[in-house]
């Protein structure tokens, strides 16, 4: 059984810092891409970063862009999401998820979904 958990959320001030994890069990992410998507309430989902399962390569909302960094570790079956100067606008449940590379960039698509960390920004 595939399973995703993010962790890491939690309430932070504007212009502060936060990393979410995502750990995967039951598959190995080698070769698979890893998409970090945020939901805020009363809004659609959207996909905020990808980084690639070949080369590593990643991809951006442009909101976003400068702010966030997302890195992986195939040895830990790990995903991270770095995310510097928040804004309010940024507070959102985040989920992870595991699939294609244009799957997850274009749609949105993925063969597994986490369940999701809340990330509030608020003074």
């Known amino acids: 059984q595939v399973q995703l958990v993010e962790s890491g959320g939690g309430l932070v001030q504007p212009g502060g810092s936060l990393t979410l994890s995502c750990v995967v069990s039951?598959?190995?992410?080698?070769?698979?891409?890893i998409g970090w998507f945020r939901q805020a309430p009363g809004k659609e989902r959207e996909g905020v970063s990808t980084?690639?399962?070949?080369?590593?390569?990643?991809y951006y909302l442009d909101s976003v862009k400068g702010r966030f960094i997302i890195s992986r570790d195939n040895a830990k079956n790990t995903a991270y999401l770095q995310m510097n100067t928040v804004k309010p606008e940024d507070t959102a449940v985040y989920y992870c998820?595991?699939?294609?590379?244009?799957?997850?960039?274009?749609?949105?698509?993925?063969?597994?979904w986490g369940k999701g960390t809340q990330v509030t920004v608020s003074s």
């Open positions: 039951g598959l190995s992410v080698a070769g698979y891409a």
């Open positions: 998820a595991v699939g294609d590379l244009l799957g997850l960039m274009y749609g949105g698509r993925a063969e597994y």
């Open positions: 980084i690639s399962g070949n080369d590593g390569s990643a």
